[in-house]
């Protein structure tokens, strides 16, 4: 009788979600990671600097906009820090979500002619956003400190600051969760593509990126915080600036929806990449 | 010890014809409420059609693969061969997991690398080195298995002058001496191969099937190889299975495997009336064509070295034909389509001395030195000159003789080492 240890077969069970697989293919993650810094400012001038350019001047265009012009309120923080906190946090979720999203399309090729575990693409995609996030942290450090010591008063970071890398790790996972479903879905179904295209430019309107979670009234809170991102830039502001709403509830309510989203995700997503060569 | 390398058992493989996006959901939600509600079989299982190419289907669904059978046998190099559409590459992408088979398992133990593709995952903008280790990582190579054999890489793919250039600066022969040369270092367990040492010029296609022999020689690993260069196939396989319409039509050693493919796919006769598979105007056209020996008695098989006269009928339509402005040519190929003999009024000079409505063309061949084996002669004619839209009648495959390994140079002993040609000779000693 022969013993074989590998089998392909038209059906896997429902979590078969094979770790040590993809830990032997870790190399392939960084080289993916490494890939899209190594392209990403070839032929460039100004390289590695449009990884800031971008927050930066979105924050400028947000400041003058809802700042100045629809006067918005700010909850008393100083404009750029807190639009540019709300900014970097939401540019994280969001290109990782994009990216995500299109991973089965835009990896055809490369999925058509070779196996490896289709998750190191996902992967691969939050950790390198992942690490351009870090470095629009590192310019939110320095205009952070400028004002911590300029209007001290009014900036009062606390205990909750230990949380923060739980707040990293809940937009990594919402991003890449609702990122695989949708790629997983758009194999078959396009319309979903076009969906999320301005789906997530109108979902940054009911996260509190250009407005403070306070200046919703407080019974109808509720509702912006079913978005499970809420919580996350809320804490954020709370713990590192002193102002906004913190709640163990809220940040409670998105950790499990992370959870359930990143199961279900990965369910869909295993059953998608075997056969998705026959659909996309 | 089991000698098997790979078990495939019942394999089918289903594809929806047309545009999948139309009806998608409602097969979707027909297929849901069968298989998980009603716990019934999946409707759509049942029906498709074997995958027929040129006849048009009454059912969307086809099989491209329909109940395969194999077993591979550790260190053999398996041939797979097949018109277009017979199912290869279907195979090729079961075996190296891009696609999930529609029913059926396939077992096997070890590392499959499949080269489906040379250079995937290259990105353009990074430099030779750079995509080594990309590609490297993508066909499941380790950073450090990478670099211990970079040099081994770049020397194989012989472009260390461009290693840190971007590989789009790169011409396409210089980027599948790259890619090629990657997948032939990965040592895998299982290699499956397609077509794809197309591309690169011929040292270097000599080089990588030398490379493949040396990956089944040296380690004892299964090769699979998909070509359509029979030349390739035979001069590297051992085996050989003949795919038909998605089914295993044959496994045999590569050689009778060949022969039955050439056997099928061209059908021979020597009136060539009826023949549709001809190209040009056909205001001059070729009839029949027949072979005769020095007996003139008809005949499809000579010995090498033998007397053959070629008898070619033909009919002519062309008004005030000029014979010094016609043009007639006999070409004789081997079995891997390589021209071996040549003869025509382009090359040779001599035209014919008289055309008439009807009438006979004559060629002899005193001493017919080919080796062993079959041959295919296609017969040409243009009037004026010889580009393409002055072509009266070409047909590609207008007769096959063999020619049977003979006692040429009189020892009685038939020729084995004959190789390519016999050439006349003499010899001396001092």
């Known amino acids: ?280 | 010890m089991t000698n098997v390398a790979i078990k495939i058992e019942n394999v089918s493989k289903q594809y929806r014809l047309g545009v999948v996006s139309t009806g998608t959901l409602s097969h979707d939600l027909k297929r849901w409420w069968a298989t998980s509600v009603m716990g019934k079989e999946d409707p759509y299982l049942k029906i498709g059609e074997a995958n027929d190419r040129a006849t048009k289907g009454t059912s969307e669904y086809v099989w491209a693969l329909k109940d395969i059978n194999l077993e591979i046998e550790k260190g053999d190099i398996v041939g797979i061969i097949g018109k277009n559409g017979a199912g290869k590459s279907t195979l090729l992408k079961l075996l190296s997991r891009v696609t999930k088979p529609t029913t059926g398992s396939i077992k096997y133990n070890g590392r499959i690398a499949s080269l489906l593709e040379v250079g995937t995952g290259f990105h353009p903008e990074m430099t030779g080195r750079e995509n080594i280790f990309m590609n490297g990582a993508i066909m499941g190579m380790s950073r450090a298995e990478i670099s211990d054999k970079l040099d081994m890489i770049i020397d194989f793919a012989g472009i260390e002058r461009y290693i840190d250039t971007p590989v789009k600066r790169y011409s396409s022969g210089m980027t599948v001496r790259l890619g090629f040369s990657i997948a032939a270092h990965l040592e895998p367990d299982i290699l499956v191969v397609d077509e794809v040492l197309a591309v690169g010029d011929a040292e270097f296609q000599k080089k990588a099937i030398g490379k493949m022999q040396d990956v089944s020689k040296g380690g004892g690993r299964t090769v699979l190889f998909v070509s359509h260069n029979m030349a390739a196939v035979k001069s590297l396989c051992k085996t050989g299975i003949l795919l038909a319409n998605g089914s295993v039509d044959k496994i045999d050693n590569v050689e009778n495997i060949i022969s039955l493919y050439y056997g099928k796919s061209k059908a021979i006769s020597s009136n060539l009336n009826d023949r549709s598979d001809r190209t040009g105007a056909g205001n001059f056209r070729y009839t029949s064509i027949f072979m005769y020996d020095k007996y003139d008695k008809s005949i499809v098989e000579i010995i090498s070295g033998e007397y053959v006269k070629f008898v070619i009928d033909y009919r002519n339509k062309i008004e005030d034909i000029d014979p010094a402005k016609f043009i007639w040519g006999i070409l004789i190929k081997d079995f891997y389509e390589h021209v071996i003999i040549g003869y025509s009024s382009i090359d040779t000079g001599l035209k014919l001395l008289q055309i008439s409505d009807e009438g006979q063309i004559i060629i002899e061949i005193p001493k017919m030195l080919l080796r062993g084996g079959k041959y295919y002669v296609r017969l040409f004619a243009s009037y004026k000159d010889s580009t393409p839209e002055n072509f009266e009648d070409v047909i590609d495959n207008a007769f096959t003789f063999d020619v049977l390994q003979g006692d040429y140079w009189n020892t009685g002993v038939i020729n084995r080492a004959a190789n390519e040609a016999i050439v006349e000779f003499n010899i001396y000693s001092k």
């Open chain 1, 1 to 280: 009788m022969e013993i074989f240890e590998k089998h392909i077969k038209p059906k896997s069970g429902l979590f078969e979600l094979n770790l040590t697989e993809l830990w032997e293919y870790r190399d392939l993650i960084y080289m993916y990671v490494k890939r899209d810094f190594v392209t990403f400012y070839k032929q460039t001038i100004l390289g590695p600097l449009w990884f800031v350019i971008q927050p930066i001047l979105t924050t400028i265009m947000f400041m003058f906009v809802f700042g100045n012009l629809a006067g918005l309120s700010t909850d008393g923080i100083p404009q750029p820090l807190f639009y540019f906190s709300g900014i970097i946090l939401w540019n994280y979720f969001s290109d990782c979500l994009t990216r995500n999203s299109k991973i089965f399309i835009e990896n055809q090729a490369v999925f058509g002619k070779v196996y490896f575990p289709r998750l190191v693409v996902p992967i691969s995609i939050t950790i390198s956003n992942l690490v351009r996030f870090l470095i629009q942290f590192i310019i939110f450090t320095i205009v952070y400190f400028y004002y911590f010591f300029s209007s001290g008063s009014l900036i009062c970071p606390n205990i909750y600051a230990t949380l923060l890398p739980l707040l990293v790790i809940l937009t990594a996972g919402l991003s890449l969760g609702f990122g695989i479903i949708f790629s997983s879905l758009t194999t078959k179904y396009r319309d979903l593509n076009f969906l999320l295209q301005f789906g997530i430019q109108l979902w940054m309107y009911v996260t509190p990126i250009i407005y403070p979670l306070n200046s919703i009234p407080a019974n109808k809170q509720w509702m912006i915080a079913l978005n499970p991102m809420t919580s996350v830039v809320e804490t954020f502001k709370y713990a590192v600036i002193g102002q906004g709403v913190f709640s163990w509830i809220y940040l409670l309510y998105s950790f499990v929806f992370m959870i359930i989203l990143l199961l279900t995700g990965i369910v869909i997503f295993n059953k998608v990449e075997k056969g998705f060569m026959d659909t996309v």
